[in-house]
């Protein structure tokens, strides 16, 4: 019996560590700091969860993408998101939430794809244009299907 109860405890102990460790390879802007991402994009990152007006000037609307909990009568016909309507960006706090975040880099663009415990994210794709980044495509949150 003791053996038993001893095993829970060192279980108890051992899960109050595992969540209470923080995600100390992340950088001031929120992004893991080995992603191999371009120079500068960690900076526009930043900003670009911060401050409103700097968001509004790197989208470029009308912006392409999916509506959040979309169905398939929604996904027939392109959508747009339009400025008027726009909800501002805010940077999630991965270390004490069940979101993860992974980028995809290539030549000229980034995509960042941010999802839940339940198999539900986002995706936004960011594209470097006339020496500055721009937020090009965003889907909302949507059930992920995974790739094969």
Known sequence: MRQIIGFILLLIISACQFSSK????RDES???SDTGLPEGFAEFYSQFHKDS???INHVTFPLQGIPSMAD???LAKPFYWEKENWKMHRSY???????SQEFV??????DETITDDNGFGILRR?????GE????YYAGMNRIVPTQ
């Open 126 to 130: 960011y594209y470097f244009m006339d």
């Open 93 to 99: 706090n991965f270390s004490e939430s069940a979101y």
């Open 53 to 55: 007006l700097y968001q």
């Open 133 to 136: 980044w721009n937020l090009i």
């Open 30 to 32: 929120g992004i893991q």
């Open 72 to 74: 398939s009568a929604m």
């Open 22 to 25: 923080e995600d100390t390879s």
């Open 105 to 110: 880099v290539t030549d000229y663009a980034i």
